[in-house]
């Protein structure tokens, strides 16, 4: 059993095009974040929700929405994509906000 | 604001060796947390170890050992008896007590000869 999958694992797009990123977890966690590393390999945290609600919202910009539709689903949906926004996107989840976090396998996004 | 500094951006090891990858971090709390992730060619990101700062006794999980210096804010990982495996990307985290903010360092590319 997957704990925490991510769907689609590879995203090809154009310049300005609408996407998302959905990402599941079976874990029965409270916790979901979302991640963006770069081509750098260096790993920011993006967004993170806590029984639906959003916890932390760092310097991103507002083409990129979070949505979480129940506890075990937050998906990230990007508005008007740009070539910078070609990143893996990782999301993970956790028990309680300050506990262990696990990742999924991560989604590999390319804007031309 | 806390970071994270990963000072090898590479590193490598002969297969069946033990390597030490560094880690210090800078923060003026003093109840956190700190990991350990691998991530293979395949992406995907695995915990390896984690530590919890109240606790003085370094944490082990099989060949995967750290070293913590809380004075000090270091955080190294031992690979003992290194496998082929083991080459990955390893990430150092710091995560502050009642707070889901983990910041990850840059990381260090591990490579295991045979």
């Known amino acids: 059993d997957t704990a925490v999958s991510q769907t689609p694992k590879y995203l090809v797009t154009q310049m300005e095009n609408d996407k998302s990123i959905k990402c599941e977890q079976n874990l029965g966690h409270d916790t979901m974040y979302w991640y963006k590393q770069d081509s750098k390999k260096f790993l920011k945290i993006m967004f993170s929700y806590n029984n639906k609600e959003l916890i932390i919202n760092e310097t991103v910009p507002n083409r990129f929405s979070p949505k979480s539709p129940d506890k075990a689903h937050l998906n990230l949906h990007i508005n008007s994509l740009e070539l910078g926004d070609s990143a893996v996107y990782f999301c993970?989840?956790?028990?309680?906000?300050?506990?262990?976090?696990?990742f999924g396998p991560g989604t590999r996004l390319l804007v031309l | 604001a806390q970071t994270v500094t990963q000072s090898q951006p590479e590193m490598s090891v002969q297969e069946a060796e033990t390597v030490t990858l560094s880690c210090t971090y800078d923060t003026s709390e003093s109840d956190y947390y700190l990991f350990w992730y691998k991530q293979p060619p395949s992406r995907q990101m695995i915990l390896v170890i984690r530590?919890?700062?109240?606790?003085?006794q370094n944490a082990t999980e099989n060949r995967f050992s750290v070293n913590f210096q809380k004075a000090a804010k270091s955080f190294s990982l031992k690979i003992s008896d290194s496998q082929l495996g083991d080459a990955a990307m390893y990430f150092c985290?710091?995560?502050?007590?009642?707070?889901?903010?983990?910041?990850f360092g840059a990381g260090t590319r591990l490579t295991v000869k045979p």
């Open positions: 985290a710091y995560q502050p007590y009642n707070n889901n903010d983990m910041r």
């Open positions: 530590q919890e700062a109240y606790k003085q």
């Open positions: 993970a989840s956790s028990r309680q906000g300050f506990e262990t976090q696990y």
